[in-house]
Protein backbone atom coordinates (compact mmCIF):
# COMPACT_ATOMS: atom_id res chain seq x y z
CA UNK A 1 0.00 0.00 0.00
CA UNK A 2 1.58 3.62 -1.00
CA UNK A 3 1.25 4.81 2.36
CA UNK A 4 2.45 8.20 4.12
CA UNK A 5 4.39 5.74 5.97
CA UNK A 6 5.79 4.10 3.23
CA UNK A 7 6.43 7.10 1.46
CA UNK A 8 8.28 9.14 3.88
CA UNK A 9 10.19 5.98 4.75
CA UNK A 10 11.81 5.69 1.10
CA UNK A 11 12.60 8.96 1.64
CA UNK A 12 14.20 9.03 4.98
CA UNK A 13 16.73 6.54 3.09
CA UNK A 14 17.47 9.08 0.22
CA UNK A 15 18.08 11.50 3.05
CA UNK A 16 19.97 9.45 5.31
CA UNK A 17 22.17 8.58 2.17
CA UNK A 18 22.37 12.14 1.26
CA UNK A 19 24.07 12.95 4.36
CA UNK A 20 26.19 10.20 4.87
CA UNK A 21 27.53 10.65 1.73
CA UNK A 22 26.98 7.29 0.46
CA UNK A 23 24.92 7.20 -2.48
CA UNK A 24 22.17 4.21 -2.57
CA UNK A 25 23.35 1.90 -5.68
CA UNK A 26 19.83 2.45 -6.87
CA UNK A 27 19.61 6.17 -7.21
CA UNK A 28 23.12 6.99 -9.43
CA UNK A 29 21.47 3.94 -11.84
CA UNK A 30 18.37 6.24 -12.34
CA UNK A 31 20.45 9.03 -13.76
CA UNK A 32 18.27 10.32 -16.61
CA UNK A 33 19.26 10.45 -20.06
CA UNK A 34 22.48 11.97 -20.98
CA UNK A 35 21.11 15.54 -22.74
CA UNK A 36 18.88 15.78 -19.75
CA UNK A 37 21.99 15.67 -16.88
CA UNK A 38 23.95 18.03 -18.59
CA UNK A 39 23.80 20.57 -16.00
CA UNK A 40 20.17 22.59 -16.12
CA UNK A 41 21.20 25.28 -18.34
CA UNK A 42 18.18 27.40 -19.32
CA UNK A 43 18.36 30.47 -21.12
CA UNK A 44 18.52 34.05 -19.03
CA UNK A 45 15.11 35.26 -18.10
CA UNK A 46 13.84 38.31 -19.21
CA UNK A 47 12.71 39.40 -15.59
CA UNK A 48 16.90 39.03 -15.11
CA UNK A 49 16.03 36.48 -12.03
CA UNK A 50 18.17 33.47 -11.15
CA UNK A 51 16.69 30.72 -12.11
CA UNK A 52 16.01 27.55 -10.69
CA UNK A 53 15.36 24.92 -12.64
CA UNK A 54 14.17 21.33 -11.78
CA UNK A 55 13.71 18.17 -14.02
CA UNK A 56 11.26 15.49 -12.12
CA UNK A 57 11.82 12.02 -13.12
CA UNK A 58 10.19 9.32 -12.38
CA UNK A 59 11.95 8.12 -9.88
CA UNK A 60 14.33 11.32 -9.20
CA UNK A 61 14.94 14.48 -9.70
CA UNK A 62 17.70 16.35 -11.75
CA UNK A 63 18.24 19.82 -10.29
CA UNK A 64 21.53 22.58 -8.89
CA UNK A 65 22.85 21.26 -5.45
CA UNK A 66 22.60 24.62 -4.56
CA UNK A 67 21.35 28.03 -5.44
CA UNK A 68 21.56 31.81 -4.66
CA UNK A 69 19.33 33.50 -1.92
CA UNK A 70 16.56 35.92 -2.86
CA UNK A 71 14.17 35.94 -5.29
CA UNK A 72 14.38 33.32 -7.65
CA UNK A 73 12.41 31.95 -11.03
CA UNK A 74 11.56 28.20 -10.34
CA UNK A 75 10.95 25.94 -13.39
CA UNK A 76 9.68 22.45 -12.96
CA UNK A 77 10.35 20.09 -15.79
CA UNK A 78 8.45 16.74 -15.79
CA UNK A 79 9.58 14.49 -18.09
CA UNK A 80 8.73 11.40 -16.96
CA UNK A 81 5.60 9.08 -17.12
CA UNK A 82 4.23 10.16 -14.03
CA UNK A 83 2.48 13.39 -12.15
CA UNK A 84 5.00 14.83 -10.25
CA UNK A 85 5.68 18.40 -7.92
CA UNK A 86 8.37 20.10 -6.12
CA UNK A 87 7.56 21.07 -2.62
CA UNK A 88 10.18 22.64 -0.71
CA UNK A 89 10.96 22.61 2.98
CA UNK A 90 13.60 24.18 4.68
CA UNK A 91 15.23 22.65 7.69
CA UNK A 92 14.76 24.00 10.83
CA UNK A 93 17.91 26.22 12.74
CA UNK A 94 20.38 23.68 14.39
CA UNK A 95 18.02 20.66 12.84
CA UNK A 96 20.90 18.74 10.69
CA UNK A 97 20.02 16.62 7.86
CA UNK A 98 21.61 13.59 9.70
CA UNK A 99 18.44 14.46 12.45
CA UNK A 100 16.18 15.03 9.67
CA UNK A 101 16.82 11.56 7.86
CA UNK A 102 16.47 9.71 11.44
CA UNK A 103 13.13 11.49 12.04
CA UNK A 104 12.13 10.06 8.21
CA UNK A 105 12.90 6.84 10.06
CA UNK A 106 11.65 6.40 12.62
CA UNK A 107 8.24 8.40 12.60
CA UNK A 108 8.41 10.10 9.55
CA UNK A 109 5.03 12.48 10.43
CA UNK A 110 8.09 14.05 13.39
CA UNK A 111 10.12 14.83 10.43
CA UNK A 112 7.78 17.77 9.53
CA UNK A 113 8.59 19.32 12.66
CA UNK A 114 12.13 19.64 11.99
CA UNK A 115 11.09 21.19 8.48
CA UNK A 116 9.38 23.64 7.14
CA UNK A 117 6.65 25.04 4.36
CA UNK A 118 8.47 27.09 1.72
CA UNK A 119 6.11 26.81 -1.33
CA UNK A 120 7.61 25.05 -4.59
CA UNK A 121 6.12 24.38 -7.94
CA UNK A 122 2.86 22.38 -8.04
CA UNK A 123 1.44 19.17 -9.26
CA UNK A 124 1.79 18.91 -13.41
CA UNK A 125 1.59 15.93 -15.15
CA UNK A 126 3.61 14.19 -17.69
CA UNK A 127 5.94 16.86 -20.36
CA UNK A 128 3.98 19.61 -18.22
CA UNK A 129 6.03 22.55 -16.66
CA UNK A 130 4.90 24.32 -13.86
CA UNK A 131 6.87 28.01 -13.36
CA UNK A 132 6.75 30.27 -10.18
CA UNK A 133 8.90 32.96 -8.71
CA UNK A 134 9.45 32.94 -4.93
CA UNK A 135 11.74 34.15 -1.99
CA UNK A 136 14.67 31.58 -0.65
CA UNK A 137 16.57 32.69 2.47
CA UNK A 138 19.88 31.03 2.94
CA UNK A 139 19.85 27.59 4.59
CA UNK A 140 19.83 23.77 3.66
CA UNK A 141 16.60 22.35 2.14
CA UNK A 142 14.41 19.53 0.45
CA UNK A 143 12.46 19.54 -2.30
CA UNK A 144 10.34 16.47 -2.56
CA UNK A 145 7.01 15.44 -4.48
CA UNK A 146 3.92 14.82 -2.35
CA UNK A 147 0.75 13.46 -3.27
CA UNK A 148 -2.26 11.93 -2.28
CA UNK A 149 -2.44 8.22 -1.59
CA UNK A 150 -5.68 6.00 -1.94
CA UNK A 151 -5.04 6.13 2.01
CA UNK A 152 -6.29 9.90 1.73
CA UNK A 153 -2.83 10.70 3.22
CA UNK A 154 0.03 12.14 1.54
CA UNK A 155 3.08 10.33 0.32
CA UNK A 156 6.48 10.69 -1.31
CA UNK A 157 7.18 8.62 -4.33
CA UNK A 158 10.21 6.41 -4.28
CA UNK A 159 13.12 8.47 -5.27
CA UNK A 160 11.22 11.78 -5.60
CA UNK A 161 13.39 13.76 -2.54
CA UNK A 162 16.66 15.33 -3.31
CA UNK A 163 18.05 18.30 -0.93
CA UNK A 164 19.70 21.80 -1.70
CA UNK A 165 20.76 24.20 -0.21
CA UNK A 166 20.16 28.27 -0.71
CA UNK A 167 23.58 30.36 -0.67
CA UNK A 168 23.48 33.89 0.82
CA UNK A 169 23.39 37.04 0.84
CA UNK A 170 20.08 37.44 -0.24
CA UNK A 171 19.87 40.74 -3.10
CA UNK A 172 18.46 43.74 -1.40
CA UNK A 173 15.21 43.72 -1.65
CA UNK A 174 15.30 46.99 -3.79
CA UNK A 175 17.14 44.98 -5.99
CA UNK A 176 14.74 42.55 -6.62
CA UNK A 177 12.55 43.11 -9.63
CA UNK A 178 8.69 43.04 -8.13
CA UNK A 179 6.54 39.99 -8.17
CA UNK A 180 5.20 39.30 -11.33
CA UNK A 181 1.28 38.84 -11.98
CA UNK A 182 -1.55 41.33 -13.21
CA UNK A 183 -4.32 39.78 -10.81
CA UNK A 184 -3.99 38.03 -7.37
CA UNK A 185 -5.05 34.78 -5.89
CA UNK A 186 -6.34 35.24 -2.14
CA UNK A 187 -5.56 31.91 0.14
CA UNK A 188 -7.05 32.47 3.78
CA UNK A 189 -8.20 30.04 6.34
CA UNK A 190 -10.01 28.95 4.81
CA UNK A 191 -11.07 29.72 1.31
CA UNK A 192 -10.01 31.04 -2.31
CA UNK A 193 -10.24 34.32 -3.47
CA UNK A 194 -9.90 33.50 -7.19
CA UNK A 195 -10.63 36.72 -9.98
CA UNK A 196 -11.93 35.56 -13.53
CA UNK A 197 -9.42 33.94 -15.19
CA UNK A 198 -9.01 34.11 -19.20
CA UNK A 199 -7.94 31.25 -21.08
CA UNK A 200 -3.89 31.46 -21.94
CA UNK A 201 -0.66 31.70 -20.11
CA UNK A 202 -1.18 34.12 -17.31
CA UNK A 203 1.15 34.94 -14.34
CA UNK A 204 -0.87 35.46 -10.99
CA UNK A 205 0.65 36.80 -7.60
CA UNK A 206 -0.05 34.32 -4.58
CA UNK A 207 -0.64 35.84 -1.47
CA UNK A 208 -1.40 33.79 1.76
CA UNK A 209 -3.26 36.30 4.00
CA UNK A 210 -4.53 33.10 6.53
CA UNK A 211 -2.64 32.30 10.34
CA UNK A 212 -2.07 28.94 8.45
CA UNK A 213 0.41 27.75 5.81
CA UNK A 214 -1.62 27.06 2.52
CA UNK A 215 -1.29 25.80 -1.03
CA UNK A 216 -3.45 25.73 -4.41
CA UNK A 217 -3.46 22.88 -6.32
CA UNK A 218 -5.22 23.86 -9.75
CA UNK A 219 -7.47 20.88 -11.56
CA UNK A 220 -9.34 20.62 -14.37
CA UNK A 221 -12.53 19.12 -14.10
CA UNK A 222 -13.22 15.88 -16.40
CA UNK A 223 -16.38 16.54 -18.17
CA UNK A 224 -19.37 15.31 -16.10
CA UNK A 225 -17.89 15.82 -13.25
CA UNK A 226 -18.29 19.09 -10.47
CA UNK A 227 -17.35 20.59 -7.61
CA UNK A 228 -18.66 17.65 -4.73
CA UNK A 229 -17.10 15.06 -6.63
CA UNK A 230 -13.54 16.62 -6.46
CA UNK A 231 -14.38 17.04 -2.46
CA UNK A 232 -15.61 13.02 -2.24
CA UNK A 233 -11.98 12.58 -4.06
CA UNK A 234 -10.11 14.22 -1.63
CA UNK A 235 -11.60 12.49 1.26
CA UNK A 236 -11.46 9.15 -0.37
CA UNK A 237 -9.12 9.20 -3.31
CA UNK A 238 -10.35 5.86 -4.68
CA UNK A 239 -10.74 5.31 -8.66
CA UNK A 240 -10.12 7.53 -11.23
CA UNK A 241 -9.85 11.30 -10.16
CA UNK A 242 -12.61 13.14 -11.37
CA UNK A 243 -10.01 16.07 -12.35
CA UNK A 244 -6.61 16.22 -13.98
CA UNK A 245 -3.64 18.41 -13.01
CA UNK A 246 -3.12 21.85 -14.02
CA UNK A 247 0.05 23.18 -11.79
CA UNK A 248 -0.36 25.22 -8.72
CA UNK A 249 2.00 26.48 -5.96
CA UNK A 250 2.31 24.06 -2.87
CA UNK A 251 2.26 24.92 1.03
CA UNK A 252 3.88 28.22 2.06
CA UNK A 253 3.29 30.45 5.47
CA UNK A 254 0.59 32.55 6.48
CA UNK A 255 1.98 36.51 5.50
CA UNK A 256 3.69 35.68 2.42
CA UNK A 257 3.24 35.89 -1.41
CA UNK A 258 4.26 34.63 -3.92
CA UNK A 259 3.89 34.24 -7.40
CA UNK A 260 3.10 31.09 -10.34
CA UNK A 261 2.40 30.99 -14.06
CA UNK A 262 -0.64 29.06 -15.04
CA UNK A 263 -1.60 28.20 -19.05
CA UNK A 264 -5.32 27.17 -18.88
CA UNK A 265 -7.64 26.02 -21.67
CA UNK A 266 -11.27 27.15 -21.82
CA UNK A 267 -13.25 24.77 -19.17
CA UNK A 268 -14.12 24.36 -15.62
CA UNK A 269 -11.18 24.03 -12.99
CA UNK A 270 -11.11 23.46 -8.83
CA UNK A 271 -8.16 24.87 -6.83
CA UNK A 272 -7.71 22.81 -3.64
CA UNK A 273 -5.75 23.26 -0.76
CA UNK A 274 -4.76 19.72 0.95
CA UNK A 275 -2.61 21.18 3.57
CA UNK A 276 -3.84 19.27 7.32
CA UNK A 277 -5.17 21.20 9.77
CA UNK A 278 -3.33 20.42 12.78
CA UNK A 279 -6.21 20.76 15.18
CA UNK A 280 -8.92 18.53 13.37
CA UNK A 281 -6.85 16.73 11.39
CA UNK A 282 -9.10 17.56 8.48
CA UNK A 283 -7.85 18.42 4.98
CA UNK A 284 -8.07 22.42 4.35
CA UNK A 285 -10.31 21.41 1.50
CA UNK A 286 -12.92 19.58 3.65
CA UNK A 287 -12.87 23.10 5.87
CA UNK A 288 -13.58 25.47 3.14
CA UNK A 289 -10.59 25.39 0.82
CA UNK A 290 -11.91 23.59 -2.14
CA UNK A 291 -13.72 25.95 -5.32
CA UNK A 292 -14.44 25.62 -8.68
CA UNK A 293 -14.23 28.31 -10.99
CA UNK A 294 -14.54 28.38 -14.91
CA UNK A 295 -11.86 30.09 -17.81
CA UNK A 296 -13.33 31.95 -20.38
CU1 LIG B 1 -4.96 25.63 3.06
Known sequence: MRGALLGFAAAGALLASACTGQSRPSVPTLAPLPTLVAQPTSAPR??????????????????????????????????????????????????????VAAAFQQNPRSA??????????????????????????EGQYVMATLLLGQDGQQYVPTGMIKTF???GPAQTPAAAPPLPGDQRIVLSDFA????????????????????????ILVKRLEPGHD?????????????????????????FPGGETTSLTLDLSPGPYVAICYFRDPASGKTHAELGMIRDFDVE
Request: net charge negative; proline share 8%.
Open 46 to 99: EDGLPSFDIWAHDDSYTAPDSVPAGRIGVTLHVDGHEQRNAQFFKVKDKVSLAQ
Open 112 to 137: TELLDFVGGPGTVPPGGIQDEVQDLT
Open 165 to 167: RVV
Open 227 to 251: LKDALNFVIAPVGTPPYSDAGGFLV
Open 192 to 215: FGIPQLQAGQQTLELQNVGSQPHE
